[in-house]
């Protein structure tokens, strides 16, 4: 588990990396962290049937209080609310007050379980966010969150899941440039097969080397596996992958 750290988990439109997120959140509940998501891209419903696809009862976790969900999401987009235990709406979502907000839930209601506790917290998605506030305030409000919780809450984890097919270059620039950790996922079809690789590009060690693994979706409990690749492999075009 990455601790005290920010970590950006970047993949693309049609990548099954995206599940890796919710496989970090359910080892992390295993491990008794307390974890925060905050939702700016689905639905409630589907946020926690992302997160049952790889055996997490997000239900579960929020009636023990182990997760709790600010829903950013139905907050500004449905008159609906789910009335669920640990599961936090707005009044309002407005760019110039949404840091405010979110952080009178973590200094309220939440506080006791992110002191208590190792925590992780999730902004699920950076590009979710960016379509609500656009590029630049997200990235603004982005700084502003992981200066201001490096004070409050210097114990916690920071996940930064990104679909880059949705922003643009400068975004995910910066967004790896502010991570401690940086985790990319490439995928293409060839030959009617789909073919994946995942890059651990990024890590705080003076000794750290960028590796390279295939990655593939299995039906089994890890749901996600891992192979390290120790020669280059063929990208879209044919070419190697250096």
């Known amino acids: 588990m990455f601790r005290n750290s920010t970590v950006a988990i970047v993949f693309d439109a049609y990548s099954s990396a995206w599940q890796i997120l919710f496989l970090l959140l359910k080892e992390a509940i295993e491990r008794d962290y307390f974890a925060v998501i905050s939702n700016y891209s689905v639905p409630l419903r589907s946020l926690l049937h992302r997160c049952n696809s790889v055996g997490l009862n997000a239900k579960r976790a929020l009636e023990d209080s182990k997760m709790a969900v600010i829903d950013v999401f139905d907050s500004r987009y449905s008159p609906l609310r789910m009335e669920m235990k640990n599961v ?74 990104l679909n880059e097919d949705i922003v643009s270059r400068r975004f995910v620039a910066w967004v790896s440039n502010v991570s ?11 030959e009617d097969r789909v073919r994946e690789l995942l890059y651990f590009l990024k890590a705080p060690y003076a000794d750290f080397e960028p590796v390279v693994y295939s990655l593939k979706v ?22 190697e992958q250096r």
Do not use: H
């Open 88 to 161: 936090f709406y707005l009044d309002k979502v407005e760019p110039e007050t949404i840091n405010p907000k979110v952080d009178r839930i973590y200094c309220g209601p939440l506080r006791e379980n992110l002191m208590a506790k190792n925590s992780i917290r999730v902004i699920y998605t950076l590009d979710g966010a960016s379509m609500m506030f656009g590029e630049e305030q997200t990235l603004k409000l982005l700084n502003q969150t992981i200066a201001g919780k490096s004070i409050s809450f210097p114990e916690s984890t920071l996940l930064l899941p």
């Open 180 to 190: 401690d950790y940086v985790i990319l996922a490439k995928s293409w079809i060839i």
């Open 218 to 239: 299995s039906r089994e409990r890890e749901k996600i596996m891992l192979e390290r690749l120790s020669s280059p492999e063929l990208g879209p075009s044919g070419e």
